[in-house]
């Protein structure tokens, strides 16, 4: 290791940092709150750190290469043990200074490309790290430069961070490790299984590990550590969904039909002709075109993202962009749901090892954008909300959307078949991830997951992408699937368990040497894919790779006897059947209990709400939930490839809600478009998880059709994010919400193609109490628009237009972002499913056809008052709503205007055509838009509500409005 | 001439040189993709194309800065190439990724820096395409284009002098998304040969592709400047 000695290090600052400096440092006052105060400015300073000594020459054409003179200073110092520290001294004079840089064996992509820069220019051999310095204000006291570091500039899993020091970087160890372990289980008693689980990291329960001593002592072996790894792995909640398949009682003894089976038979008896495949490949598959079908996956990052939010959400995406590419599709279209804990959480509050809200935020939300920007895939579609039960455990769900050629067929793998892994070299990162990811999480959980941190290569990715498109255009192979969760251990695992293979890992291609051989089978680097090749077309194959620069190796090939043996420079360590890997788990016993209804906590007052009608509307509209995300959204590209049509934000200023994405592939002649819709609703899942999940499907629905999608040719995804499902009441949650979802499915016609679920989102506080999300539920809607050249949007087209409101208002307020705005509980009832649902959208979708909708908006979160107001505003028009004596009761109000229930949708429509708009859907007129910008309620001729369309805006957008809205 | 063949340029990490070919193709050239690292070891390939498109996207992820590392390898290894291309009448574009290379090495006067709030930004601007431009990208355009902008470090700095005498497309009124200096999105060279430029016009080449004109809104298609390049190629002959 080059940690002793001199280390050169070009540090590289920008002309004029200073806005930036004052942006970070506001960022840390706005974190720390006063005690920050006296941060004026964090200026940052790029470091290029090297391992080998550079000379003059050297140096001089790097600094060369790597400024540009006109934007930037440019210094080369000596980093030296006992030297002051580097840099001009008029900067470092007094100034407290910290330096970061990622941790040996971290992916460093910044140095990686500073070592190429090193070759282009001649200077071979050359080991670049990155690293970065903030220099404080002189009069900055240590102890907050230390508090604003460790809330804001390093994290300790992935860096290493020096204060008032220059940081030497540690390049990784090259002594070689090829040790196998062997791990007694056979003579253990059941006691001792479960200490092994638990100081392993295994997350086996004990039936779990009592099956694999006993199968041990069966073959009179013990295993070795690559093989209790690899089960541990298989068996994973993450890998194997023992809950979704488990067999589960109520306490009172009847049984349920395992969670899955559920699933999928309520997809078979839809049986809808456009289903591909479902719940069966790495994604759902469903027709788009004559020559297109969609491939759909939505998958969870949960863990990894609230230990190191940026590699988490980043490799989030990455790893379910690789699931679409691992039913051979091209991804064209990425979607992010995202769950934080309140911004203003008291950052003193947080629990021991719990980043702030706001540090995960801007953490994932980079991440995101990081993979999707550079990948070249659109950012479409998303959500994101805020609770306090998010705190220690934020949500990222990552999906993406791919197509591949109709009726595409992969012959499958046979008996010789090569097993070859394309792309990104392994390394140490991401070990153990689908244990970890299957555990709950504590104070210690940021140090024991630091090997699970995966950092990504979206560059790398897009290669593979592309090699794989042209190999599977040519038919070079059979088979294929990702390197998730478990590395090769899956992936192999999984393409291999019914043939069996001979694997031998030498020739996989390693970051450094040093890896453990059941590392190397462990490790989740990222960025990989593995294929099953006929040996014929190998060259071929390597031919693509090469030209796409894309690293290919080939690990072995297919057995026939079902047998999985891997070899590490001709040691086995791994010899298993595949029926003990993948069927050798013993089904899961659970017991559910019916959740206790939590109490009201106040009540709401009819009359005062009705009297303070706008300023509760301001304030819905601004609720974190409701608010414009906007500043979020525009740092993710979402017009690359050209085929988005209908966008997060439009309107007459590109600032109003979609409803759900429209693409309209470039590649696809069809003019058709295909639609996203997320449905979600994390507040009121703790009262009634089946209400929950009905009005999750409902709205993603809506939200397809609102932008012109064919109620009739819709799929489905699920994704749940719960608690521990070992506790009764929270696996009745699940119960109840896997009905809701069946139910509602079923409703609509509308199919689940694919679904995934990560549990245990929990974390374990040092006194031992629980911190559980809520149950979270993420519906994602696939729709199909016949003409992609006819969309339609939410933004309001011409005043004297009619708003037509289709659906009924129930009293459906309890979970609601009245009560949220309010703080209180105010029971009652949550909104559920709509029966006249599905009919309601058929009609809306034909009035479409016909072309007499000029908008269209769905109501869901905040009301009725949100959504015709979030028209307006896409339109800059005002409105005018009145309802007559029918709703004259204050309670009658409140649901007008915030009531969340399902099924609604609000049309504009010329004038001529209201009568007839209404007669076909069943809606009514219940105002019309005006080119006063104002928004007007009048209830039976009384105003209650009278804004200028400003003050909402500015409310939606989280500013504080001026008015108050009264009348 | 029939069909002009234009080279679509792409490093790894290039990821707009589909959406690029698609609109060379829907102006009448014939586009071929060729990877930087192919070209830099044969620049003869040069000789039998009309027209080269650096295309967008984060060349190297943008390590060292945006097109830092293709900028070098252009400038090491083909930029006296390129010159001689330029020089022989053939026109050069780079779009977004491709500007900030053909920046870095030199083709092109001034810098990019990042955007003034610091902030990648998505969004959809509206260029002018300023009065009197000898270049063959932008001559014959007339009224402003619109297309989207994607992108961290787009802001254009360059002195007075340079920017009043190389600007050829400016962002509108108020629709300046990163800060550039006089509003400059984009630049051509001496020749008129060569214009580099932030925004995607490959983005907006069919009329659906706009933000707005499912409102009824119908603006100019970006579509144009590919159309100038291939117009001034074919006449070329």
Redesign the interface.
């Known amino acids: 290791m080059a940690t002793t000695g001199q280390q050169w290090r070009l540090e590289i600052d ?1 002309i ?1 940092s200073g ?2 400096a004052r ?1 970070l440092a506001e960022r840390a006052r706005r974190l720390l709150g006063p005690i920050a105060h006296p941060v004026r400015s964090i200026t940052t300073t790029s470091l290029y750190l090297v391992a080998e000594p550079v000379d003059q020459a050297g140096r001089a054409l790097l600094l060369q ?2 400024v ?1 003179p ?2 930037q200073r440019g210094t080369w110092t000596v980093a030296d043990a006992t030297a002051p520290p580097p840099g001009r001294a008029a900067d470092r004079d007094n100034c407290p200074f910290v330096e970061v840089s990622l941790r040996p064996g971290v992916t460093d ?2 140095g ?3 070592s ?2 090193a070759a ?2 001649g200077l071979r051999g050359l080991t670049g790290r990155s690293g970065t310095r903030f220099l404080f204000d002189a009069d900055v006291d240590p102890h907050v430069v230390r508090l604003v570091a460790d809330a804001l500039l390093h994290n300790d899993i992935v860096d290493e961070v020096s204060f008032d020091a220059p940081i030497r970087a540690r390049f990784v160890s090259l002594s070689t490790n090829d040790s196998v372990e062997v791990v007694a289980v056979r003579g253990l008693s059941d006691q001792e299984l479960v200490e092994l689980s638990r100081s392993r990291g295994l997350a086996l329960d004990p039936v779990e590990m009592i099956a694999v001593r006993d199968f041990f002592a069966s073959i009179e072996r013990d295993p070795t550590d690559a093989e209790i790894e690899m089960i541990a792995q298989t068996w994973s909640e993450h890998c194997s969904h023992k809950t979704f398949r488990a067999q589960i009682t109520w306490g009172d003894g009847t049984v349920v039909e395992p969670l899955l089976t559920q699933l999928r038979r309520s997809t078979d008896a839809i049986a809808a002709p456009w289903v591909r495949s479902a719940f069966v490949d790495n994604a759902g598959i469903v027709a788009f075109d004559e020559s297109f079908d969609i491939a759909v996956k939505v998958e969870t990052h949960n863990h990894p993202s609230a230990v190191e939010p940026f590699g988490g959400a980043n490799t989030g995406v990455g790893g379910v962009i690789r699931d679409v590419l691992g039913v051979a599709a091209d991804p064209i279209a990425v979607t992010d749901v995202l769950c934080f804990g309140p911004m203003d959480t008291p950052i003193d509050s947080l629990p021991v090892g719990v980043l702030h809200p706001q540090r995960v935020r801007d953490g994932v939300v980079a991440g995101v ?1 990081d993979y999707g ?4 895939i659109p950012t479409v579609a998303g959500a994101v909300v805020h609770q306090e039960g998010f705190t220690s455990n934020p949500l990222v769900f990552a999906g993406c959307i791919g197509l591949r050629p109709a009726g595409l067929v992969l012959t499958g793998q046979e008996p010789g078949d090569r097993i070859v892994v394309l792309g990104g070299a392994t390394g140490r990162d991401g070990i153990r991830g689908a244990t970890f990811s299957s555990a709950t999480m504590d104070a210690s959980t940021g140090d024991v997951a630091g090997a699970s941190v995966q950092i990504g ?3 790398t990715e ?2 593979v992408a592309d090699a794989l498109v042209d190999a599977r255009d040519l038919g070079l192979f059979t088979a294929i699937t990702d390197c998730g969760a478990g590395g090769f251990s899956s992936a192999v695992g999984e393409i291999a368990a019914t043939l069996g293979a001979d694997v031998e890992l030498a020739s996989a291609p390693r970051k450094y040497p040093g890896l453990a051989p059941w590392e190397l089978w462990l490790s989740e680097a990222q960025e990989r894919m593995v294929l099953a090749v006929r040996p014929g077309n190998l060259e071929a194959l390597s031919t693509i790779c090469r ?1 796409h ?1 894309v690293a290919m190796a080939d690990l072995g090939s297919f057995r026939d006897d079902g047998r999985l043996v891997v070899r590490c420079d001709g040691r086995v360590i791994v010899d298993l059947p595949g029926e003990f890997l993948h069927e050798g788990r013993p089904i899961r016993q659970l017991v559910a209990e019916r959740p206790q209804e939590p109490m009201p906590t106040g009540r709401r007052d009819a009359a005062q709400i009705v009297a303070h009608a706008g300023e509760l509307l301001l304030a819905v509209l601004s609720h974190p939930d409701v608010r414009s995300n906007e500043d979020i959204v ?9 085929a988005t ?1 209908g ?1 997060p934000f ?3 200023e ?1 600032d109003g809600p979609g409803n759900a994405a429209v693409i ?1 592939p ?1 590649q696809s002649t069809s003019g058709r478009g295909l639609s996203v819709g997320i449905g979600m609703n994390c507040r009121t899942g703790v009262f009634d998880a089946r209400r929950m999940a009905e009005a999750s499907v409902d709205e993603a629905v809506r939200n397809v059709v609102a932008v012109g999608a064919d109620p009739e040719q819709i799929s489905l995804l699920d994704n749940f994010s719960w608690g521990d499902p070992r506790r009764p009441e929270m696996l009745g949650r699940l119960v109840d919400a896997v009905a809701g979802c069946c139910d509602s499915a079923n409703a609509f016609g509308a199919p689940f193609v694919s679904g995934k679920d990560s549990l245990n989102n929990e974390y374990v506080a040092a006194d031992g109490t629980r911190r559980s999300i809520p149950p979270t539920l993420v519906i994602t809607a696939i729709g199909i628009v016949p003409d ?2 006819r ?3 939410s ?1 309001a ?1 011409g005043p004297e237009n009619a708003l037509i409101l289709v659906g009924h208002t129930r009293s459906e307020l309890r979970g609601s972002v009245l009560d949220a705005v309010l703080g209180i509980d105010g029971g009652g009832v949550v909104p559920g499913g709509a029966p006249d649902s599905p009919m309601r959208m058929r009609a809306i979708h034909s009035a479409m056809v016909n072309g007499l909708v000029q908008s269209a908006h769905d109501v869901s979160d905040g009301g009725l008052g949100v959504a015709v107001a979030e028209m307006a505003i896409g339109g800059r028009l005002g409105v005018s709503v009145a309802f007559g004596t029918a709703v004259s009761s204050p309670e009658s109000v409140v649901d007008a205007l915030f009531s969340e229930s399902s099924g609604r949708m609000l049309l504009e429509v010329v004038p001529e055509h209201g009568e007839e708009l209404c007669a076909t859907t069943g809606g009514v007129v219940i105002g019309h838009f005006t080119d006063e910008a104002r928004i007007v309620w009048r209830i039976d001729d009384q105003g209650i509500i009278d804004m200028d369309l400003d003050d909402a805006l500015q409310a939606w957008r989280g500013h504080v409005a001026e008015g108050n809205g009264q009348p | 001439m029939t069909r002009p063949r234009a080279l679509v340029v792409s490093a ?2 290039t ?2 040189d ?2 690029v070919a ?1 609109a060379l193709s829907l102006s009448g050239a014939d586009p071929v993709r060729m ?1 930087l ?1 192919v070209l830099v070891r044969r620049p003869q390939r040069l000789l039998d194309a009309q027209m080269v498109v650096f295309a967008g ?2 060349s ?2 943008d ?3 945006a097109g ?2 293709a900028g ?2 252009v400038e ?1 290894s083909l930029s006296d190439e390129l010159r001689a291309f330029v020089a022989s009448g053939r026109p050069v574009l780079g779009i977004c990724n491709g500007f900030q290379i053909l920046v ?1 090495s030199g083709l092109l006067p ?2 990019l ?2 955007n ?1 709030d ?7 601007v509206t260029l002018e395409v300023v009065g009197t431009t000898p270049c063959v990208w932008t001559s014959g355009i007339d009224g402003p284009i619109d297309c ?1 902008v ?1 992108h961290g470090e787009g802001r254009y ?1 360059a002195s007075d002098e340079v920017i009043g005498a190389h600007t050829v497309l400016r962002y509108a009124d108020g629709t300046n998304p990163n800060g550039s200096m006089l509003d400059s999105a984009g630049v051509t060279d001496a020749t008129g040969m060569v214009l580099g430029l932030m925004p ?1 016009p ?2 907006h ?2 009329d ?2 706009h ?2 004109w ?3 809104e119908h603006r100019n298609l970006a579509r144009s400047l590919f159309d100038s390049g291939v117009a001034h190629v074919k006449a070329a002959g």
């Not at chain 1, 525009?634 to 050209?642: A, P, Q, S, V, Y």
């Not at chain 2, 610091?118 to 959809?124: I, L, N, P, S, T």
């Open positions: 920008s004029d806005a930036a942006r290469a790597l540009d006109a934007t992509p910044v990686d490309a500073f190429r820069a282009l220019l954008a920007n550079k990948m070249g290569d979206p560059i897009k290669l030209e620069s525009r740092g993710f590209d979402h017009e690359i490839l050209g049509v966008r439009l309107g007459a590109d309209a470039l992609a050249d969309i339609v949007t933004d087209k | 790894p990490g990821n707009r589909n959406d698609y990877p690292h996207g984060f190297h992820a390590a060292l800065g830092a590392l070098l390898e090491r870095r001034g810098s820096m990042h003034i610091g902030r990648f930004v998505c969004r959809w989207p994607a700095i995607h490959e983005n080449v069919v659906r592709q933000p707005r499912h409102r009824g």
